[in-house]
């Protein structure tokens, strides 16, 4: 049984954990899904080492919702950072799956953003650890989680 580990934060205003474990429980079983929820996006990678460590996370998606300023930004890249050391010193995945606040007009948008976001990010986090070649098959399609795909530049298939 593989564990996936979910990390969120108090400081997120969309409980993004929510609907992330309801989009893997929709994508398939032969899972456990293990959660740490923390203060703020900084402290995200130290959360997903100890899933890794302490639980024995195969993968972890790390949910975040950084502010609209400027200083909120330059956080997000910090964390962003460290979770990119600490999968590559774990040698297992880490799907940052953030939502700026910035990124939605109003409060009902950022729900929605941050909804369909945390249930993309979930669906390929269970795809890289039980069906790889799903995504080999979207490779080069554009694909955004969150808002609408771009499509590829051009059709080669």
């Known amino acids: ?3 996936i580990g979910i990390a969120d934060t108090t400081f997120a205003r ?5 609907y992330a474990t309801r989009a893997l429980g929709a994508a ?3 899972y456990r899904i293990v959660r740490r ?14 899933m890794f460590l302490e639980d024995g996370a195969d993968l972890c998606l790390a949910l975040g919702m950084p502010g609209a300023a400027e200083y909120d930004r330059t956080c997000a890249h910090e ?6 050391f ?3 010193l774990e040698a297992k995945p ?12 109003g409060p009902a948008a950022l729900e929605r953003l941050a909804r369909r976001r945390a249930e993309e990010h ?4 269970w795809s890289m650890l039980f069906r790889p070649d799903d995504l080999r098959r979207h490779a080069g399609l554009g694909l955004r989680q969150g808002f609408p795909d771009a499509g590829p530049v051009r059709r080669t298939r």
């Open 122 to 125: 979930a669906a390929n986090a």
């Open 14 to 18: 969309v409980d993004m954990a929510r």
């Open 37 to 50: 929820t923390v203060p703020g996006v900084k402290d995200l990678p130290v959360a997903c080492r100890a």
């Open 79 to 84: 964390a962003s950072l460290g979770l990119l």
């Open 86 to 88: 600490t999968s590559v």
């Open 28 to 30: 398939g079983s032969g």
């Open 1 to 3: 049984m593989k564990r």
């Open 94 to 105: 880490i799907v940052e799956c953030f939502v700026f606040e910035g990124e939605a007009d």
